[in-house]
């Protein structure tokens, strides 16, 4: 019986057992913004997936929006998550750092002193925040920045990406998805600015094209995969007029590159509205390295759309949370344990590593 899904595959310069994807998922366990042993054995007991993509990690002060999530901008974070590393490559699994900053998605009351919410333009998102210090906030206006403040931004992101291989990661994943700071540079209806980021697809494009091609120079594009979500809604994004021009022409100057995956974000099982095939299509025939699919994936349809050639790869978020051995209970066919939704972002163990 052919299955892909338990298959190797060459992601790189490392070889991936299977073709099972840890997808990244927010779990605020970094309490003061480093990772832990808590998170060193939450990570390594999944170190049979193939490839596991973390959390996602601040390149920036600036960027850790949300109540404890973790940063790789100093050497102490650095070292925090060289723990982590190593639990995972103790276990022959392998690890890329997704960089995530949280941009206008974030609170003034969840950001270290001196740090300031910036976004591409002073637009507000909708709706409500947690913060620990007064519970649920709403949204406030963030700083436009500056055209400097941008290019100090993106050599934040190639710094940290640099960190990230020093802390022994296999490779850095962008988080241009989901509505944070590279997604508010790409959408239109966050994106108003005039400047050489702003207006155009080329100028809306330029900000993660200049940390992409920068990241390239100093830790390869064999080490740099992205993220993308084309059609999502998530922090007041959504589709917009010429999407699949733009999402196919994105994926093509970032092959161009060299980056070594791009994994394109589905959440409609989630509620959200479906993604086009079509855009997934062009994505994967303008884009020469891995792809890495997603969206509520069971093992039957993982293992019909690598088939189909839909992907190189599927990532599965939620399932990985409740059972770390994700990959044997797929393998054998046996039940999966539920999850609690109710402990996805609480501190402490209950939730986190308490499944066995």
């Given at each position: 019986?052919?299955?892909?899904?338990?298959?190797?595959?060459?992601?790189?310069?490392?070889?991936?057992?299977?073709?099972?994807?840890?997808?990244p998922?927010?779990?605020?366990r970094?309490?003061?913004?480093?990772?832990?042993?808590?998170?060193?054995?939450?990570?390594?007991d999944r170190?049979?997936?193939?490839?596991?993509?973390s959390?996602?990690?601040?390149?920036?002060p600036?960027?850790?929006?949300?109540?404890?999530?973790?940063?790789?901008f100093?050497?102490?974070?650095?070292?925090?998550?060289?723990?982590?590393?190593?639990a995972?490559h103790?276990?022959?699994?392998?690890?890329?750092?997704?960089?995530?900053?949280?941009?206008?998605?974030?609170?003034?009351?969840?950001?270290?002193?001196?740090?300031?919410?910036?976004?591409?333009?002073?637009?507000?998102?909708?709706?409500?925040?947690?913060?620990?210090?007064?519970?649920?906030?709403?949204?406030?206006?963030?700083?436009?920045?500056?055209?400097?403040?941008?290019?100090?931004?993106?050599?934040?992101?190639?710094?940290?990406?640099?960190?990230?291989?020093?802390?022994?990661?296999?490779?850095?994943?962008?988080?241009?998805?989901?509505g944070?700071?590279?997604?508010?540079?790409?959408n239109?209806?966050?994106?108003?600015?005039?400047?050489m980021?702003?207006?155009?697809?080329?100028?809306?494009?330029?900000?993660?094209?200049?940390?992409?091609?920068?990241?390239?120079?100093?830790?390869?594009g064999?080490?740099?995969?992205?993220?993308?979500?084309?059609?999502?809604?998530?922090?007041?994004?959504?589709?917009?007029?010429?999407?699949?021009?733009?999402?196919?022409?994105?994926?093509?100057?970032?092959?161009?590159?060299?980056?070594?995956?791009?994994?394109v974000?589905?959440?409609s099982?989630?509620?959200?509205?479906?993604?086009?095939p079509?855009?997934k299509?062009?994505?994967?025939q303008?884009f020469?390295g891995?792809?890495?699919?997603?969206?509520?994936?069971?093992e039957?349809?993982?293992?019909?759309?690598?088939?189909?050639?839909?992907g190189?790869?599927?990532?599965?978020?939620?399932?990985?949370i409740?059972n770390?051995?994700?990959?044997?209970?797929?393998?054998?066919?046996?039940?999966?344990?539920?999850?609690?939704?109710?402990t996805?972002?609480?501190?402490?163990?209950?939730g986190?590593?308490?499944?066995?």
């Amino acid at each position: 019986m052919n299955r892909p899904l338990f298959e190797p595959v060459q992601l790189g310069r490392i070889k991936l057992q299977n073709r099972l994807a840890m997808a990244p998922m927010t779990r605020s366990r970094a309490i003061g913004n480093l990772a832990n042993d808590m998170i060193a054995k939450y990570y390594a007991d999944r170190a049979s997936a193939g490839l596991i993509i973390s959390e996602g990690i601040s390149p920036s002060p600036n960027g850790l929006g949300y109540a404890r999530i973790p940063g790789l901008f100093n050497q102490e974070q650095a070292a925090s998550w060289k723990k982590v590393t190593d639990a995972v490559h103790a276990k022959g699994g392998h690890i890329f750092a997704q960089l995530m900053h949280t941009g206008r998605a974030s609170h003034p009351d969840n950001l270290p002193p001196g740090a300031k919410m910036v976004a591409p333009s002073a637009i507000a998102l909708s709706g409500k925040i947690w913060t620990d210090t007064k519970q649920e906030q709403p949204y406030t206006t963030p700083h436009e920045m500056t055209t400097e403040e941008v290019k100090a931004t993106i050599q934040e992101y190639i710094k940290s990406a640099e960190l990230a291989i020093q802390a022994g990661f296999d490779g850095v994943e962008l988080h241009g998805a989901n509505g944070y700071l590279i997604e508010q540079f790409l959408n239109p209806k966050s994106n108003k600015r005039t400047d050489m980021y702003g207006g155009s697809d080329e100028n809306r494009m330029r900000f993660v094209l200049e940390i992409a091609k920068g990241t390239v120079e100093k830790i390869g594009g064999d080490r740099l995969g992205i993220r993308v979500s084309p059609y999502g809604v998530f922090n007041d994004t959504g589709p917009f007029e010429g999407i699949e021009k733009f999402y196919s022409t994105l994926a093509q100057k970032l092959s161009d590159l060299g980056l070594v995956y791009i994994h394109v974000v589905d959440h409609s099982a989630m509620g959200a509205p479906p993604v086009n095939p079509e855009i997934k299509k062009l994505i994967q025939q303008n884009f020469k390295g891995l792809y890495i699919t997603s969206g509520g994936y069971d093992e039957k349809r993982a293992e019909q759309d690598l088939m189909d050639k839909k992907g190189d790869l599927v990532a599965i978020g939620r399932p990985f949370i409740s059972n770390p051995d994700l990959v044997a209970k797929l393998k054998e066919g046996k039940p999966l344990t539920p999850y609690d939704p109710t402990t996805f972002y609480t501190p402490g163990e209950k939730g986190y590593n308490d499944y066995k």
